[in-house]
Each structure stands twice: as C-alpha cells, then as structure tokens.
C-alpha cells in the first residue's frame, strides 16, 4: 500500500493538501485524460516526516520511489540510465500555495555517459544529448551538491576561449560532452565525493535537496511574509522528461486562458521553438506570440486551444498554463490559476457570472479588495525607469510627482505660481492642512500608515510616504537628506503611496478609471452585503467624492479642518486666548457663520443620508502658532503683549498631546464651544431643511472614557437644541452619541449607551491606546516589530486581535443596554476588508471610510456575508 | 402603632439607620439609664418620605408627634406654651453619618409669651427667660423662616445703642423681651405671616425645615464628596431642653474620653458655668479645663466620670460627649466616636486591645491607613501663621520650606553651597532628578498626582506640591508668579505636600515619628494580610529605607534613574549618539561597571529578600539635551558636530513620548542594551552570592503589549544568562517576568502569561492608557472633572473602576494558562488602601508602592484580609 508517493493517476485538484498545488493539478489533468507527461508525487506529509526526523527520510520511501519509477519506465517503454532509450525526469517542488523562486527544481535528472548516448541514439541529435548532459550536472551540482555556479560559468566562458566561439549555441557536441565531464570533476573537487552517475543515487538526493530547500531560510522568510504556516510542506512532482528542445518541431510556452492584463476573454502567451522552458524565462530570446504558434505547429495549436478551454471551464478560473511539444506532439505540464492585474480581475469575475462559469457570489469572492485599491489612484507608469532613494511606508495609494517643499505655506505659495509640488515635512500636524491640500502629494520621515499625514491625505486621496525613516529633513535648510543623497527645495521628486517609494524625479502616472465591471461588481455586493457604508468627508467636495463612489452617508465629518482656513484661524485663535468668557463667546460667535455654512452645504449634498458630525477633537495648542516669530505676529494681530500670548502657548503645550486636554475633555471645560457647534449644527440643519432638503444629523462627542462625560455633553446639547428650536419656530430630529476609542470606553460601554443614541469605534485612538502606540512616532519601531514577526500586520491598518477583544467588550457591553444600539465604525479600519469581516460578524451596524475606500468596503462588506453564509 | 416616632426608650445604637446617629446613641444611652433629657426621633423613613411627596409629610406623621409630646408632658410635668412650667425643646437633625454644619437646629422650640413667664417663674430668673425667647425668635426666623439674620443683628445693635451699653450680655430682660417682639415684627415683614406662637405650628414647621435642610445644596455637595448617600435621609430629635445657662449652678461642656490629639487616656475637655453650648461654639468666653469642673460641682463632675468610662466601655471607642448641668443635675445631650489626630487613633486603637475592649482585628479596622500617611512625613506646625497663596495638587505629603531654584542645575549648586532649596519647575523630566534628590521639595505647575516630579518625589519620600496651575514659571528669568505675586530665585517659600499650600516665607515643621503604638499596629498587620508588601526602590539607600519600613522585597527597582549621575549620562549619551553598533556597544561596556555595581549594592542591602529589576524604560530622548547651548557642548565633548547631534535629537524626538518608542521597544530594537543590563545583573547577583548575599533576581520587561514581544526578550535573556554563567562557573536562579501596563497586555494577559514567571501591574501606565490621559498634562481637566463629579476620585491615586475592569481580565486570563502565576502591582496605587482592597480581593500576590507607604500598605492589607472576612 503505498504511503508517500501517487502515481499522477491517483490524485486530483482536492488533494492539494496532501500533494501540493502543482502535484494536484497534474493528476487532475491526467484523470481529465490530457497529455500530461506520466509520473508521481511524494506527498507533503513524506516532507514533514523528513523535517521531523531532522533530514531522514521516513523508513519506506525510498522503496516507494523505486516502484514508482519501475512502473514508469514500463509505462514510457525507457530505462532509468539505458543507452538505448533512456528515462529522464523532472524533480520539482510543489507546496500546496505556490511560492515562486522559493523552491528547487532538477531537470533531466537519470543522465549520465550512457543516458547521453541513448538520447542522442533515439534523437538522432548528439548535440542535444550532450547540452542535456551539462546542463543536468550543472543543475544539480548547483541545487543539490550546493556546488557554486560561478566555476561553471568560468568553465564554459574558457571552453568557449578554446573553441573561439562566442556563443553557448555555438558550442559543438564534443565541446558540451567534454563540459560535462569537466562539470563532474569541479562537482568533486568541490564535495570530496565523486558525482552520483546512478540514476536513483541521483534522484534520492534530489527528494532531499527539495525537501530541505522547504527549511531554507528565504523560504521561511516569504512563508513569514506571506503567512503561510510552515506545517504545510512541499510534496515533490517527478515526472519524465518531455523536450522543447528537441528539434524544430518542438517547442515550449507559456499560455493564459484570457489577457491577464486587462482580462480580456483572448487565448494569451508566449512560445519559443526548439526551447526548453528556462530559454524562455532566461530571456536569451524573444519568446513569440501564442497565435502564431498555429503556424508553426498546427496540430498542436489546435489541442491547446481546445484544452485550454476545457481547462478553465473545468476550473472555474482563469489559467496560466505551461505546455511543451517535443516532435509535434503536446504536453501540459502545469496549469494553475493565473496571476492579474486588477482590471483584469474584476472584468474576469463579471464576464465569468455572465458566461456561467460563476455565481455572483463566486465571482465577489474572487476578488481582493485590496488590490483594487490601485484602481481608485493614479498609479505609476509599469513600464517606467525609477531611481528608487529609499522606501517608505506605503500610506495613502496612488503616485505623484512635483516639486519639493518643506512648509504648508511654501506649498501654497509655489503652487499659486502653478508648480505642482510635493510637500516633504518630519511630520505634519493640522497646521498643515492648508498646505497637504494643494500638494500632489505628501512624504513625512515619521508616523506610520496611522500618521497624521497618512490619515489626511487618504482623507484627500491624495498618495502620501510617511515613516521615510532614513530621510533626514533639515526644514530650515529647505532639504533632506537620503545617506549620501541631498535633495533641496525644487527638485523634482516622485512618491508611490502604494509601495511606500521615493524616487528622483518625475515618473509618468496612469490615471484611475472605474470600469463599468466595477460597477457591476458593486452592484451585486450592494445586494449582499448587510453593512451600511458611509465615508469620512469633513468638506462639501469630500462629501460629492463620497456620494460618487456610494456612500450611504457620512460616518465622520471632522469640524476641526473647519478651523484652519485664513479668516477662521484667526478667530479660533482670538477665542483660544480670550482673557475672559465674555471674549472667548464673542469669538465663537462670529465663527458660528462659517460653521454653520460648511455644515449646511454638507447637508444639502448629503440630502436624504445621514451625516455624523464629530465635534471638536484636537487639543487648543495645534491652533497656536509654535515660534517665536509667528507669536510676535499673532501677538500683534490680537493686540496683546508678546509675552501674554507666549505664555499662553506655553501653558497649553502638552508632553503627550494625543492623551491630552482635547475631545469632550476640551467641550467639558469649555461648554460654550460645545454650545456654538451645536447651534451651528441645528441651525444648519433647519436652514437647509426649509429649503427642502431632507436632512439626518448625528451629534457625535469624541474621547468620551466616562460615562458622565456623555451625560454633561448630552444635558449641553438639548438644551441649546431646545433655544434654537424655540428661537427658529422649528424642531428637527437628531440623535447623539460618542465616539467609542479609549479602552476606559469599551469598559465602561454599558454605562455610557445610557446616553447615546449610537457607538461609533474610533478604531485609531482605540489601537493607539490600547498598545500605547503613537501613531505619530510608530515609525521607530514598527517596521521591525514586522520584520522580526513580533506583529504579523500593522494594526493601524489592519484591526489587531487585541483591539478587536476591547472591541468585542465595548459591543457586548453597549448591546446589553441597548439591545438595538446603532454602532459604527470611523478609524481607518473601517476601509479594510479584513477588519470589516470582523466588523460584520460583531454585527456593527455601519462602516466609515474615506470617500476613496467605499468602493473597497462595499465590496468587502458583501464578501464577509458570503464568508458567514458558507461557514 | 407608632410608625415614624419612636421615644428614646425604644431605640438602640443598632438603629442608627432609621434613627441616625445621634437618635441611636441617644435611645442607647437612655437604655442604660443615663441622664438623658427625654424626648423622641422622627425616623429617616419619614423624611425619605416627605422628601418622595415633594414637602408633604406623610399622613398620621403630625398625629403620631403630638402623641409624644403630650407623652413627654406627662413624663416632665412640663406643658408646651405653659405660663407655670412650660416644655421647651430642642428640634435637631441627625443622620446615620455625621455631616457637621451641614444640617439644621432650632432650640428653645415651645417659647412664646406666655412660656417666657413661666420660665422667668420657674427658675426665678426673667432675664434669662427673655433671652431665651429672644434667641429662639432668632433661630427660627433663620432656619424655618429663612429670614436674613442681618436683620436681627443690626436690631440689637441698635438696642444696645439705646441701652447704651456694649455687650449683649448688659441688656436687661425688658431690652430683651422687646427685642424677641421685635424680632417677631421683622419676621412677619419678611415672610408676609405672622410669627407663629403656637408651640405645635412651631415643631411642624421646624420638622420640615430640617427635612428640608437634608436636600440643600450644601448638603446635597457634601454627601457627594463624602460619598454619602441621598438615600439616608435624616432622622429628627425633639429633646426637652436642659439650660446650662440657668445659673451659676448651671454649665455645659464637651469632653473626651481620652486625648483627642495624643491618645493619652486622660479624661479631657472643656466646660463653661453659666452658658449654653452655642456660648462654648463661639468662643466669647474662653472654656475652662474639665478637671476644674470638680470643684464647680463636684457631684456633677464625679457623675460624669463615671459614666463616661461606661460609655466608653459600652461603645468601645473614644466618645466625645456634650454635656449640660441644670441647677447641679448633670445631662448627656450626645455622645458620639470622637475624632482625632492620627497619632492618638493608633495610640487608642493599640491600648484598647491591651485593656481588653477591642480585638487586634477591630483595632486595625478602627485606623484609616490614609490619615497615617502624616506620621511618615514632616508636616507644618499646625499653630503656625501661613500666608498661602495657591494651592495645587497634593502630590508628595511631608512639608518643607527653601529658597526657591529653577533648574536641578541650580538646585545642586545652592545646596553645595549650603542652602535649602524648594525647586520649582513648570514640570520635571528625569534630567531633573540630581536637582530633585537636593531640593527639599518639588514645587510644578503642571502635572498630577502621578505625574514624573510626583511620582519621583514621593519614592524619594520628599514633600511635592504638582499642577499648581495658577503658578505660571518663567524659569529663564528665574521667577514664578501667581497672580500679582511675584518671586524670585532665593525667595523662600514653604510648600505642604499633604495639603497642596503653597505658602511664602518659612513656616516651621513638626518631624515625623513612628510611634511604638505604630510599630505595634503594623506587627498585628503582618500577623494578618496576605499580600506581600514591597517596595518600589531604585537606590541602596532607598532599599535601605524600605527594609526599615518593613518592606519584604523590591517590586520595582527602575534603571534608568542609574543613567543620570555625571559621568555615566556622558556614557549613556555616547551609546545613543554612536553612529555604529560597535560604538554602541563600547558605550555600553564602559556603562556595564556601573550597573553592575549598583545592582551588587541593592541585592546586598535586599539580602535574603526578592528584588525585581525593571530594564530600562523612557525614550532615548530623555537622555539628551534640549538646548542648542547644551547640544553645542555635548557635541563638542563628543568630537561630534553640533549638526549631527542636534539631528540626532531631532530625529529622536516624539510627538507623545509616552506612547513612543520606549520599554520593551527600545530593548528589541536595540538588543545590546537589553545585553548589557543582563549581564550587569546576573553579574552582580553572582558576585554577592560569592560574598554571602542570598540574591533572588527577578528580570522585569515593561511595556510588554504582544506575548512575541516577551519571548523575544526572554530568548535573549536567557541566551546571555548561559553565557555569563559559563564565563563564570556559577549558576544562579532567576525569573523573568513582564509589566502588565497597556490595555492590550490585559487583553493578551493568556498569551503573555507563556512566557512570563510573574507579572507586575503598572497600573500608572495603565491608568494613562486606558483613559488616555496624560498624567504629565491632566492637570488642566481632571481638577475640573473631580469639582463636576465627573470623576469622583483621581484615578492616578485610587484605581478606577473602568481600569479595575481591565485588571480583572488581565489577571483572570493569566491565571487561565498558569493557575499559580504570581502577580503583583508596583504603580503608585500599590501604595493607596482602598486600591489594595481590590488588589487582595483579585488574588494578587504582591503590592508594591514607595518605601514611605510600606506601612500604609501592610496596614491597608490586613485590613483587607479582615473585610473579606467580614463579608
């Protein structure tokens, strides 16, 4: 009863557990009754069992190798070794999920002096049998022996010298036989043993250079990287030989069962006649289009066209074949599911529902949200050169190039002289706003994918590098600096905030283009998922942005942006440093204008959906200038003395800001700001209801921890709702409730639902919290905290399991009290597919995003319904 | 059936609930057959009821007083309104718990015209009857009628005019029964009614007043600071009238058990001959020694004597009585658990135990662990003059009085020149500490009670006064002011950290001392508590300090306040600035003596005892300099370029260094640090063994979040362990554990729990992070939030309930995966009682807190081991 090794006859596509994904799809094809040259696969569990026994083969493995190989060569009619006509085989790897480049492979392997002999007899070409002879010791002298490939190159480089030929091609049948002999020398002078010309002795040490290349410490490092768990194993395909490089009639390629470019429903790939597959992939010649392949090999072409349909329609998926024809004949030897871009996958799933070959639910779950993230930002030019100085963290996506500047206000002023720039800073803060909006794009040598920077400029959609960690910005000077690298204002560079590189100059965009796939793509999720999804948008143009991409509503609206243009700025900072209540009322009283102009213009593009608008968050002192310079300026302005403003500054600067005097704590000791917003709100509302918009406001408060903070707020709230409603003659709906992101709020959830109208998780603060990680100074340590696998993602990036306990307290907490409780999410997270499968399954009623997101999370929120429905 | 009154025949001390304090103790003493005026209690139930039916009694309440005045008529021979022998009452309020000032009285209560003839004839004395009418008229239009008592006053004043005399006591009868008609006349202008004359209307309206008075403002604040609550009520206290002022033969007096301020038992306290209780109150004539009182009326005086020592006996506690002497008779009007200092309350708690009247358990219950804090620490003389002129934030008790500096620079210069100085900082940093271990108290404006210069101050054991915000510190121009006060360097102030004063100018101290009486008490804790009680200590003489007050091991010795002294912060700054990890790790060799030796000293000093090393903890920063000036030097003592190192600092710089790149952070990213202090401990643990020394190390990782982040740690540990261990031929035993002091390491405690022999709340942190507060920055709200009720304790001294929640995941999940893992607390809350409480009732094993608490913390510990007993 055979253990460790199936005859491709015996296996199938489910058994890719046991025989890796290509060793499964080989015995599919070969039950399919396709030309697939014969052989077997050791299981992955005969893998595991070696690295068990640290490197010993399990007792009985071998034997079940060598029967194997007997019942091939009675079935190929070849002999391991023979002269005559002998048996050669591939020895390839293949893990259950494919690790490209990981892994090692040997050809050809069974050849020796006499095997050299029989091929060349039965191909009536020495030649070939002599380059198959030196490249097999090459080979596996190189992947098996661990023999350093440079001796054989100097080997041939040397041969060619004495030959006075230029090229490999060009090396005669003697010359290669010779190489091969000399190859066998090095291999010993090398190991100390002589190289194994028993075809078995060969095959045995193959099994093993493959199972120990599964332990290789790259193989580990993509495993990590990729999580993938090490317990899975590799199996290992042996198969017989079949030659591209036969001659003329012969031939190998490369197929695709529709363009994986742009998924175009087109047979697509390469070939190369007379060709063994590594020429194609080496890049020594060009390989030819598929379609001429007809012309070359009728016949041929005719079966692969056929099969190749017959293979997706049996997988259900596009293909990416490997085929060979050695004298006319076809051979497949692998198929699996192909790579694409994202255009291409999303045509793909839509064109595939149509065809039949999927459900819409199939096709929704095909696709990775993520990866269609580049389909929503400009992105960089494939085809582009790139002077890469060094890569960041990978923020907000999408690519742009422009000038460098070095303050908000520089941007500005650059751009109002119509340069295109990029705005570099160590970090930003609000202050910066101004400047982030006019910029192309931004890059920061600090904070993470949760950074300031990186939040805004999502917010905008705008590509940002942020944790440029080897940037050194010297503002002052107008620099930074790369190592070695200066680059100062006005030079041209370009950022990817999809891949977190920062390049020298200008490097050509491919803009954004939603295809009419995608929408029918989202289309069909709007069908199926359960979450609501709104976006973040703090202005009127976020809030179109938002309604375009199909947004529900608004889950965030931040007021304090509201505070930093030019006029406003002013009156936030008279307010801030009013000597008396009196002042600080008079100044809140002529922002309330503009306030309440920006929410009514928000409530009319919103009409109808429902707008959550987060009271003011920040702590006071990001309002006030920081320099001495600016103070005096502002000093002037305000008519105050330069030392009472300075002293102000300094008494509102914090050691810690993030945990600070700002959120409901600011609304708390300062109720009339709190009162202003509320009336701004309400009177926004009504305004623009009794233009006859429909209008849903939801008063948010941010970083409530205590439940009485809430109530304090709430009492606040209606009573100034009640004046206005009074004053105005009219009454209108609105509800109130809280941010959810200290982990005291969690806690506390029960209590707090007393006073709200709905949850809404700032997933951001929570995480920071929750690890005591400044978002703004993660930079330092998190890209090695992943590096090393002490984090296996970025939990301001994806929800981290910790988070997500606090998360799950805070839910089952307010759902005690409430069994109905509205409950939403606004942090970043709220646009990634992952945390929005665990949103679903905590049952959150709605998730916000950035306008750019929604796309993203509509589709992602119909695949977690699939997911629950199929567990 | 009576319901709501109940005579004090009926009651006893047990029905304190229904009949308050006073009516209970009252019933109890009458009980005994002491002299007790008789009277009766209107239950708290009544007044629950009345306060329910907005103002209105509830039915048969009236019925049922009648009934028992007209009892108490029989019972004295007296008649309410009598012309012959009228009954006069007192009308008082009385709680289950004391609320001094809080509640109202009204005496006399029964007076009108008629009574005052009888009165007059009965003690034959018209004065003293007139002035008894006059001064209920008073009382009752200012308690019950809510009469402005100016008014009153300025009549006097004027019959004194028109009597020509100067004190109240040289108006005649005639002046004072027309004053009381007067007194009448402004009543019924003030209120619009006329003054009720009948005795009945009277106690109706003065039962309601004093129901009433229960839902005040002053009373409804007071119960909220107290934690009392509203559903108490209070109980009412009709009491014939006793007159001390009757006569030369009459007097009242207040008197003690034992000595209220030292605990001595000698019977003490005051009287007056000839007066009434508001007379001793008001402090017009200076009361007399109470064993003058023998001579006066010397059967009174024996009488007294002996039933105080019953009441004693019989209350087992100091009682502090309010007696009457009417024509010779002695009366007990109250008696209650008197208060005291906190030196007299162990001294009373451990000689009551010696005269058999309380258990050892019921002495420690009777002392509040946070009242002895005083005996640990100097305090200001209690009879001196202060001028205060702000008061901040109680950080560090003790009391202290310097010249005031503005750097730890200056503060070590002052002081080698012999001066005692106060440092006074806007807040500290650990560069401050050299600065602080001279001074001899911090002075900040900004910061908490956990704040750095509190939380430093009170290790060190040092009076701190923190977040005095009015206090704004212009420390270039070496002044401080508060208002319009001004002062400079060398100004002496006097700052009591107990209290919060800030006080100018010298003001004398009291030193502490801990009492035999003390010592006694803590023996009987230890005996008790099963917590283990430990001290926060990171210097020999800090171990030394611990060890005195009992400490039995170090829960967290901290290493980075090893890092400041002169020549290492040098050392300590060349390993941050190295440009490679050769220089980095030659810095550290240069710092590894150092350590090593400070280790040897503390575990020698620990001989026998454990001692757990915290790695090291801030964010590089702290270790460099701020200032370009000082940058220029430590570059140029570096050989460095001031460009290089101010990038450095810049680069290092974070925005919130609490949730920075620190902890645990900086030892994965920098493992040679983490190397070092390995070494120098294990080192110097195995060099004291050698010397005789019983060494337990015990290796602490704080900020641990993620469990990955301890094994990381762990490995290294134990790798270096190996090799320090080969090096030297000698094995110790040691643990390695982890803080638990971010919101996630509660959440992953199960996963953490893998890798951990112990874990160590940092509740500080903790605290910090699960509510995002910054205890550098909570100043500017948390005040606010106490004063709004928003908070009812500061959560930095008393752990919160939302961070309880925290701690009982954390330490139920650890325990999950190691049933007997050993867990302790070493934040500042491991020193506060009602936080040990907790800590004992989750199973801790230790508590840790500032060797200055140690004894609080036993005290507290037994304490809870007794309550849970209780329950």
């Known amino acids: 009863m055979a253990n460790f090794v199936f005859p491709f006859e015996e296996g199938s596509a489910e058994e890719s557990d046991l025989l890796g ?28 069992e070696t690295s068990r026994r640290e490197g010993l083969f399990p007792e009985g493995l071998m034997n079940e190798v060598h029967e194997a190989i007997t019942v091939l060569e009675k079935k190929t009619g070849k002999v391991f070794g023979d002269s005559e006509n002998p048996l050669l085989v591939s020895v390839r790897s293949g893990a259950k999920i494919s690790m490209p480049g990981m892994m090692d492979t040997v050809l050809n392997l069974g050849m020796n002096d006499a095997a050299e002999k029989g091929l060349a007899k039965k191909t009536g070409n020495p030649r070939f049998a002599a380059d198959s002879h030196r490249r097999f010791v090459q080979m596996f002298s190189d992947v098996v022996l661990g023999v350093n490939h440079h001796k054989f190159e100097k080997t041939i480089q040397k041969k060619k010298e004495s030959a006075s030929v230029v090229e490999d091609t060009d090396l005669s049948a003697e010359d290669l036989h010779s190489l091969a002999q000399e190859f066998k020398r090095i291999a010993e002078q090398e190991t100390g043993k002589p190289f194994p010309d028993d075809a078995h002795l060969q095959l045995e040490a193959a099994i093993g250079a493959v199972f120990n290349s599964w332990d290789s410490n790259r193989a580990k490092k993509y495993r990590e990287i990729n999580g993938i768990p090490d317990s899975l194993g590799t199996a290992v395909n042996i198969q017989t030989m079949v030659f591209g490089n036969a001659g003329n009639s012969s031939g190998t390629g490369v ?8 998924g175009e429903k087109i047979f697509f790939g390469d070939f190369l006649m007379n060709a063994q597959g590594e020429d194609v992939v080496a890049g020594i010649r060009t390989p030819r289009e598929i379609s001429e392949l007809e012309k070359e090999s009728p016949q041929a072409y005719k079966e692969l066209i056929t099969l190749q349909e017959k293979l997706e329609n049996h997988f259900c998926d596009m293909q990416d074949i490997e085929f060979t024809i050695e004298d006319g004949k076809l051979f497949l030897l692998q198929t699996r599911s192909g790579k694409r871009t994202a255009t291409a996958a999303v045509r793909i799933a839509v064109e595939m529902v149509e065809e039949g070959l999927l459900t819409k639910e199939k096709a929704i779950m095909r696709l990775d949200p993520n990866a269609l993230d580049t389909l929503l930002h400009p992105s960089l030019d494939p085809k582009a050169q790139k002077n890469i100085i060094t890569v960041g963290i990978a923020a907000s996506p999408g690519a742009a190039s422009g000038k460098i500047v070095f303050s908000a206000d520089d941007a500005v002023e650059w751009v109002s002289k119509g340069e295109k720039v990029i705005l570099v800073r160590h970090e930003t803060s609000p202050e910066d706003i101004h400047g982030m ?55 041209v560079i370009t950022i990817d905030g999809g891949t977190g590189e920062v390049i020298v100059g200008s490097v050509p965009t491919v803009p954004a283009h939603l295809s009419k796939y995608f929408e029918t793509i989202l289309d069909w999720a709007n069908d199926i998922r359960r979450l609501q999804v ?19 509503g608004i889950g965030l609206c931040r007021t304090e942006h509201m505070f930093f243009s030019d006029e406003r700025i002013h009156l936030v900072r008279r307010m801030i440093l009013a000597s008396s209540l009196e002042e600080r009322i008079r100044a809140l009283e002529s922002l309330l204008p503009y306030q309440r102009s920006d929410f009514e213009e928000i409530f009319t593009v919103m009409n109808g959906l429902p707008v959550t608008v987060r009271l003011l968050d920040p702590p006071l002192h990001e309002f006030l200038p920081k320099k001495d310079s600016e103070i005096k300026e502002l000093a002037g302005g305000l008519g105050l003395s330069f030392e009472a403003v300075k002293d102000r500054v300094q008494h509102l600067t914090e050691v810690n800001p993030m945990l600070g005097h700002r959120g409901c704590r600011l609304l708390i000791t300062y109720p009339e700001i709190l009162e202003m917003q509320t009336r701004a709100i309400l009177e926004a509302a009504i305004s623009a209801m009794e233009k006859g918009v429909k209008v849903l406001p939801e008063i948010m408060l941010p970083l409530v921890g205590v439940s009485d903070e809430l109530r304090f707020c709430r009492e606040i709230i209606e009573k100034k709702a009640e004046k206005v409603f009074a004053e105005k003659g009219k009454k209108i709906e609105y509800q109130v409730g809280t941010m959810i992101e200290l982990p005291r709020a969690c806690a506390a959830a029960e209590k707090i639902a007393d006073y709200a109208d709905f949850f809404s998780f700032g997933t951001n603060d929570l995480t920071q919290m929750t690890f005591g990680f ?7 340590f998190l890209p090695e905290y992943i590096k090393l696998g002490l984090l296996s993602a970025d939990p301001f990036e994806t929800v981290d399991a910790g988070v997500e306990e606090l998360i799950k307290i805070g839910v089952e907490r307010g759902r005690r009290n409430k069994k109905n409780l509205k409950i939403s999410v606004c942090g970043e997270h709220g646009g990634d597919p992952e945390s929005i499968d665990f949103f679903d399954n905590q049952e959150f009623t709605v998730v916000s995003c950035s306008p750019f997101r929604v796309p993203i999370a509509r589709l992602a929120a119909a695949q977690a319904v699939i997911k629950k429905k199929n567990t």
Chains 1, 2 share one sequence.
């Open 21 to 48: 994904g290509k060793g499964a799809n080989l015995a599919e094809m070969t039950g399919m009754g396709f030309p697939v040259p014969p052989g077997f696969t050791i299981t992955t569990k005969a893998c595991n």
């Open 534 to 552: 709104r976006a973040n948008a703090d202005t009127p143009a976020d809030a179109e942005n938002a309604r375009k991409f199909g947004a529900e």
């Open 437 to 491: 909006h006019v910029s192309e794009g931004i890059l920061t040598a600090c904070g993470g994918k949760a950074s300031h920077a990186a939040v805004v400029a999502r917010g905008m959609g705008k590509p940002c590098v942020s944790g440029a960690a080897q940037v050194v910005v010297n503002a002052k000077a107008k620099k930074f600096m790369v190592g070695e690298t200066t680059l100062s204002e006005g030079d």
């Open 774 to 780: 400044s978002r703004d100074d993660v930079g330092q």
């Open 255 to 262: 197929a695709f069962t529709r363009d994986p470019s742009t």
